[in-house]
């Protein structure tokens, strides 16, 4: 962690963000992993909904490599309103859109006169001398090593359904405590690489976009991520994975894929 600055972003002003080798993709040293550009939308976006407002679903389309270079943040308000509001952030690099967030803020209210039973995830495993990083035969990426990876479901070395805790290690942007909604977005967009169903060294798994709808705010440092992919015939994939606290479900993510042979 050593070369990772302290946080996922610099905020140069204007909206302007500096990228960090945090935000490395496993891929491309030169562009960044999903994850970050969600979190640094859905957070900027969040700005602008009203007191009493949380955040209900964020769905970010990535619109091709986001490169790790300086990059702006244009926010603007879709459908303003007390109860409900739609906020789009979008991401652009050399005047180029790379990414763009739409945010869901809905009003909080009174504790309707229903519950759902939580149902808990697997507890938190403890911590091994040798740290966890998903896709082990990448080597040493930002994002990998910006996270804690505590698997209780799968492992790094074997495709298929997975289950790992997860716990960012940095603050999003440099000088911000980090938020709730950061952890979660931070590592929803790993769920569709810690669940492959193939050797991705082999086979491409390009997810254009994310959907995170989210049932409340999660609490403490952690969070619970359990993904499976699902393939068609012809070459496209979904991944779907809850995410968790240690108290239960906070919400849900879904990605589609394109699959295809490198």
């Known amino acids: 962690m050593s ?15 500096a990228p960090t080798k945090a935000t490395e993709s496993p891929w491309d040293s030169g562009s960044q992993h999903g994850g970050p550009p ?41 459908r ?5 509001s739609l906020t789009e952030a979008r991401m652009t690099v050399d005047g180029r859109a790379v990414a763009v967030a739409r945010v869901w803020h809905l009003a909080t209210g009174p504790t309707p006169p229903a519950s759902t039973p939580a149902v808990l995830p697997p507890a938190l495993p403890a911590a091994t001398d040798a740290p966890t990083v998903p896709l082990p035969d990448m080597g040493d990426w930002g994002y990998g090593q910006a996270l804690d990876w505590r698997y209780t479901a799968g ?49 491409l798994s390009i997810p254009p976009g994310m959907t ?19 393939l068609a015939p012809d070459g496209l994939g979904l991944c779907s994975g809850v995410l968790s606290d240690e108290r239960g479900a906070v919400g849900e993510v879904a990605q589609p894929l394109l699959v295809q042979q490198r």
């Open 212 to 230: 995170t709808h989210l049932l409340r705010e999660p609490v403490g440092e952690w969070v619970h991520l359990d993904c499976r992919t699902s």
């Open 155 to 203: 492992s790094p070395d074997r495709r298929g359904p997975a289950a790992v805790w997860t716990r960012v290690r940095l603050p999003l942007v440099d000088g911000q405590p980090l938020t709730p909604l950061a952890r979660v977005l931070v590592a929803a967009d790993a769920a569709n690489g810690i669940s492959a169903e193939l050797d991705l060294t082999r086979w």
């Open 80 to 84: 303003p309103g007390r109860r409900i």
């Open 38 to 78: 969600s979190a640094l939308l859905a957070h900027l976006a969040g700005a602008g909904a009203d007191p009493g407002q949380r955040t209900a679903r964020v769905s970010v389309d990535f619109l091709g490599a986001i490169p790790r270079r300086e990059l702006t943040v244009e926010v603007a308000a879709v």
């Open 3 to 17: 070369e990772i600055a302290e946080a996922f972003y610099l905020p140069l002003g204007e909206g302007r963000f």
